[in-house]
């Protein structure tokens, strides 16, 4: 009975998820094809349930579940509460979707749950198996859900690219994950990290990192590593595109970043090279957006931009760093998922995503375009949106890293006003140009609640997430906090542990 | 920087452009003519 409180204590959302993945399983399989909605009310629900459930979870000490394999603190609660709320944006984005498909709605629910089981695991993975299994959990649904609308020859296509590109990044990841094992034969994280401190810089540690940082790279599609990511998101699914640019990439950032600070923390060489993918991630994924006329793609080629912003945190690797990234990815949550949410009701409107449909939409819904435009303007960072404070709030953290890292933050600043060309773009095309063919169709764009519920919560979040952004800096600076602490009290408890056995 | 820490980013740069070629074929390949 102790050791289930003792994994209830660090795994408890985990374990309602699971339980609530039965339940739709069996509702799935149970309920004839007219009732399968229930299985979307038994979803969010849950959900909403297991968010609630995060209040019983002990913040300011750490716990620990399956001897180590797992960790909860600050940092890997923020993180999983961020995925919970992109797991149920993103079921409530695709009722409409899935209802319109008409076929198989409750396993795209429950696929959604698996995925999102998977990424929460990932970020308290602290064993190296643990974190593939995840890994694996996380991919595995993604790669069905990306093929969900099988008879669309482009989400074939997707499926098929995703499935090869995913399979050989976990593959080059776990070979990554082997070089460790091999140096330190251990697979615990924390007793990776003490027997490193006893241990020279060798090719095999160089090896592992750029195998174990190229898996990753393939997650956030990062810049070379991101060749799969415009065609995967052209033709998933919408709701699917917006899950895996935003919960599948923070369940990453949250996995590399414990590895970063973790294991490969004191070696300049590997900060270095993240630098350099950092920059070359957000120049070429904003010089790659410009030329973009479908807005699904450029929405692609921004979140490979908006990665290489992320990646300057782990860059200068300074707990303000962290806690800029994590403030980051919390407003990216936000802004991103309202962009998608209304391209989602644009395309179930009108079934077209090219940027010139969007010209003159302003005239027709004014209120629409407004929330689109915000959403854009805060991933461009224009001021008083929540993306501005994101970015400076990063930005700052890099000035005051030192005058080594100020090319890196000159970069991204030329960086940041060139995005804003090509977000403008689409501003432009529903405030100055001419009305097109979908605002000259009469009627009021109708927007079912489900999705309207989404648009209106992100966009006020990124609206009021600058403007009080106090509390949630504070928040992302005990996340930071937290991983900088583990690590200390874990090298000692191994210690006194090897020192009691040599006695 | 010495010349470990150089002949260490030309072996991390080199792995990074294999990799990044491997994604780059897999992406340009047309699945739907049966070239794998």
């Given at each position: 009975?102790?050791?289930?409180?003792?994994?209830?204590?660090?795994?408890?959302?985990?374990?309602?998820?699971?339980?609530?993945?039965?339940?739709?399983?069996?509702?799935?399989?149970?309920?004839k094809d007219d009732d399968q909605n229930l299985v979307f009310v038994a979803a969010i629900t849950g959900l909403i349930f297991i968010l609630v459930s995060f209040v019983f979870l002990p913040h300011s000490q750490e716990n620990s579940a399956f001897f180590g394999a797992f960790i909860s603190n600050s940092f890997t609660i923020l993180f999983r509460i961020l995925i919970l709320l992109g797991a149920i944006f993103t079921v409530l984005l695709s009722k409409r979707y899935v209802c319109n498909f008409g076929n198989s709605i409750g396993e795209f629910y429950t696929l959604i749950l698996m995925a999102t089981l998977g990424a929460m695991l990932l970020t308290g993975a602290n064993d190296l198996i643990m974190l593939f299994v995840a890994i694996e959990t996380l991919s595995i649904s993604s790669f069905a859900l990306c093929g969900y609308t099988k008879l669309d020859k482009l989400s074939n296509e997707a499926a098929l690219k995703y499935l090869v590109?995913?399979?050989?990044?976990?593959?080059?990841?776990?070979y990554g994950f082997s070089f460790l094992y091999g140096i330190t034969g251990q697979t615990n994280i924390d007793d990776i990290v003490y027997a490193l401190s006893h241990y020279e810089v060798s090719m095999a540690?160089?090896?592992?990192?750029?195998?174990?940082?190229?898996?990753?790279?393939?997650?956030?599609?990062?810049?070379?590593?991101?060749?799969?990511?415009?065609?995967?998101?052209?033709?998933?699914?919408?709701?699917?595109?917006?899950?895996?640019?935003?919960?599948?990439?923070?369940?990453?950032?949250?996995?590399?970043?414990?590895?970063m600070t973790l294991i490969y923390a004191d070696i300049s060489i590997f900060t270095a090279v993240i630098a350099v993918i950092s920059v070359i991630t957000m120049t070429a994924g904003n010089l790659m957006a410009v030329g973009q006329k479908n807005i699904k793609r450029l929405l692609a080629y921004s979140s490979i931009a908006q990665a290489g912003y992320v990646l300057l945190g782990l860059a200068v690797l300074t707990t303000e760093g962290i806690s800029g990234m994590i403030f980051y990815l919390i407003v990216y949550l936000f802004m991103n998922l309202g962009?998608?949410?209304?391209?989602?009701?644009?395309?179930?409107?009108?079934?077209?995503?090219?940027?010139?449909?969007?010209?003159?939409?302003?005239?027709?819904?004014?209120?629409?375009?407004?929330?689109?435009?915000?959403?854009?303007?805060?991933?461009?960072?224009?001021?008083?949106?929540?993306?501005?404070?994101?970015?400076?709030?990063?930005?700052?953290?890099?000035?005051?890293?030192?005058?080594?890292?100020?090319?890196?933050?000159?970069?991204?600043?030329?960086?940041?006003?060139?995005a804003v060309f090509y977000y403008l773009k689409v501003i432009r095309a529903m405030y100055v140009r001419p009305v097109g063919k979908f605002a000259k169709q009469n009627g009021e764009v109708k927007i079912s609640l489900s999705l309207q519920s989404v648009l209106i919560v992100t966009v006020l979040a990124t609206v009021f997430l600058g403007i009080f952004a106090g509390p949630v800096i504070d928040l992302s600076?005990?996340?930071?906090?937290?991983?900088?602490?583990?690590?200390?009290?874990?090298?000692?408890?191994?210690?006194?542990?090897?020192?009691?056995?040599?006695? | 920087m010495s010349f470990d820490d150089i002949f260490n980013f030309v072996v991390i740069l080199f792995f990074f452009i294999l990799f990044a070629y491997a994604g780059y074929r897999i992406n340009k390949t047309d699945f739907s003519k049966d070239e794998i």
């Open positions: 009975m102790n050791l289930l409180f003792d994994i209830a204590n660090a795994l408890l959302p985990e374990m309602l998820l699971a339980i609530l993945i039965i339940i739709c399983l069996v509702l799935t399989f149970s309920l590109i995913g399979a050989a990044s976990t593959a080059v990841m776990l540690l160089i090896i592992s990192f750029i195998f174990v940082v190229a898996g990753f790279g393939y997650k956030l599609s990062a810049v070379p590593f991101h060749t799969w990511a415009p065609d995967v998101y052209q033709g998933a699914p919408i709701p699917v595109a917006a899950y895996l640019s935003v919960v599948s990439k923070i369940a990453a950032f949250a996995a590399l970043i414990r590895f962009t998608w949410a209304a391209v989602q009701i644009f395309a179930s409107q009108t079934g077209m995503d090219s940027i010139n449909d969007y010209n003159g939409l302003a005239h027709k819904n004014r209120y629409f375009a407004l929330c689109l435009s915000i959403c854009l303007l805060s991933l461009a960072g224009i001021p008083i949106t929540s993306g501005f404070f994101a970015k400076f709030y990063l930005f700052k953290a890099i000035l005051f890293a030192g005058y080594e890292f100020m090319p890196l933050l000159i970069i991204a600043l030329i960086n940041t006003v060139f600076k005990a996340g930071a906090d937290s991983l900088r602490i583990n690590k200390k009290p874990q090298i000692e408890k191994i210690t006194n542990i090897t020192s009691c056995l040599r006695q | -």
